[in-house]
T-cell receptor, first 112, second 115 residues
Framework: AQRVTQPEKLLSVFKGAPVELKCNYS??????LFWYVQYSRQRLQLLLRHISRESIKGFTADLNKGETSFHLKKPFAQEEDSAMYYCALGRYSGAGSYQLTFGKGTKLSVIP | DVKVTQSSRYLVKRTGEKVFLECVQDMDHENMFWYRQDPGLGLRLIYFSYDVKMKEKGDIPEGYSVSREKKERFSLILESASTNQTSMYLC??????????????FGPGTRLTVT
């Protein structure tokens, strides 16, 4: 069975400090990983996906299959990064639909 | 721009009532999903639908049912609401296909309180 683990419920960092939000997964197939973000009073939205290898808002995430991890990193935290972050694992269901399994989320608080 | 709308932002219902949560998307997406979002538990999939009149159970379907009579609309039904169904409910939609990784677009959520 697939599982996504985000070990930190809350992460507080000072503005300008590096940020690392941890995500580990278990999945027997070839994993597709995502990070979704929810800012205060906004809807949940995609931040980045591993196959595109892009940097969004200064965040990057590298898929490490050996460690089954997909940690989200940013070198210098900004106050506007304060939000709830969810790691998600994508897979195809038996019906052919593409589903996401989400972690429990990490709330990032950037201290001014 | 994808738009997913949910019929209510806040809803208060009594135990035992039948509750309907409605979701509409305007991007002709085949897939639609219902999640509940609880602090400390993250997002959990209740049901999803990959086509009109087609549905599959997610991880926590007990106490819920769904209806998809039109492609753009996906309804979540609580047949007899209970207090443990007090939660934030999120609807999402995405394209269908076996190639690629299709982004899910979320609605603003419905905060349901069952008293």
């Amino acid at each position: 069975a697939q599982r996504v683990t985000q070990p930190e419920k809350l992460l507080s960092v000072f503005k300008g400090a590096p940020v690392e939000l941890k995500c580990n997964y278990s999945y027997s197939g070839s994993p597709e990983l995502f990070w979704y973000v929810q800012y205060s009073r906004q809807r949940l939205q995609l931040l980045l996906r591993h196959i595109s290898r892009e940097s969004i808002k200064g965040f990057t995430a590298d898929l490490n299959k050996g460690e089954t991890s997909f940690h989200l990193k940013k070198p210098f935290a900004q106050e506007e990064d304060s939000a709830m972050y969810y790691c998600a694992l994508g897979r195809y269901s038996g019906a052919g639909s593409y589903q996401l399994t989400f972690g429990k989320g990490t709330k990032l608080s950037v201290i001014p | 721009d994808v738009k997913v709308t949910q019929s209510s932002r806040y809803l208060v219902k009594r135990t035992g009532e039948k509750v309907f949560l409605e979701c509409v998307q305007d991007m002709d997406h085949e897939n639609m999903f219902w999640y509940r979002q609880d602090p400390g538990l993250g997002l959990r999939l209740i049901y999803f639908s990959y086509d009109v009149k087609m549905k599959e159970k997610g991880d926590i379907p007990e106490g819920y049912s769904v209806s998809r009579e039109k492609k753009e609309r996906f309804s979540l039904i609580l047949e007899s609401a209970s207090t443990n169904q007090t939660s934030m409910y999120l609807c999402a939609s995405s394209l269908y296909g076996r190639e690629g990784d299709y982004e899910q677009y979320f609605g603003p959520g419905t905060r349901l309180t069952v008293t």
